[in-house]
């Protein structure tokens, strides 16, 4: 390297270092200042405590309801409370329920033992799930014993309702449309069937008949 260019590069230095101010001069920046009071000590973060009680347990075989849940994960701990979602209609398992422990502690360690554990050829979920997600209804009629509804009794009801003259009337003719419906799609199909005639529809009433008080 010549004179001339360790001199150039002697005024890059100067002028680059120009630029930046000393710590001890009286324009430097407010971060750089020294703290008063000597030095302070920083506080150590402690660990956030995991206070999650409620577990999601997805893929719940059949016949493991609730009864069999509570005796099976009590071995864990207190259990405060559980419920499997079920059908409204029918009252069967949705195959996934919710379990809540006392002990946010004993919740970890079932989390970390039954996730994917095998049990009647399922593999179980189970999940943590943090208390700001815990819905505010989720355990609203949690040890309510579901009771399916009959539909059987209350078609039956229905059906052998007492009915007025008018209405018996009206069922009747429902029952023809019903049937002339039907005759006509099995001759467009080009079948040769005779449908049986329909017994009772040229009665004027059924046994059990309400007449209208005059």
């Known amino acids: 390297m010549g004179a001339k260019a360790r001199k150039a590069s002697k005024k890059a230095i100067k002028k680059a270092s120009s630029q930046f101010p000393n710590s001890d001069s009286k324009t ?3 971060d750089f200042l020294p703290l008063e009071g000597g030095p302070r000590e920083i506080p150590e973060t402690k660990p956030l405590q995991k206070n999650a009680t409620v577990l999601y347990v997805g893929r719940i075989p059949h016949g493991f309801y609730e009864i069999e849940m509570e005796a099976y994960f009590q071995q864990f701990g207190a259990i405060k409370r559980l419920r499997i979602a079920r059908n409204k209609k029918t009252g069967r398992s ?9 002990n946010p502690q004993v919740a970890e360690v079932v989390a970390d033992c039954m996730h994917n554990y095998l049990l009647f050829e399922h593999l179980l979920q189970v999940h943590l799930i ?12 949690f040890n309510y014993k579901f009771k399916p509804v009959d539909y059987v009794q209350i078609e039956r009801k229905q059906h052998n309702k007492v009915r007025t003259l008018e209405e018996h009337k009206k069922l009747v003719e429902k029952i023809i449309k019903r049937d002339t419906k039907r ?8 079948i040769d069937y005779e449908c049986p005639e329909i017994v009772g529809s040229g009665q004027s009433a059924p046994k059990k008949i309400k ?3 005059d």
């Open 94 to 102: 949705k195959h996934f329920g919710f379990i809540e422990f006392e």
């Open 211 to 213: 007449f209208d008080e």
């Open 183 to 190: 005759r006509k799609r099995i001759e467009a199909a080009g």
């Open 28 to 30: 430097a920046s407010a």
């Open 130 to 141: 943090p208390p700001e997600h815990v819905h505010p209804k989720l355990w609203r009629g």
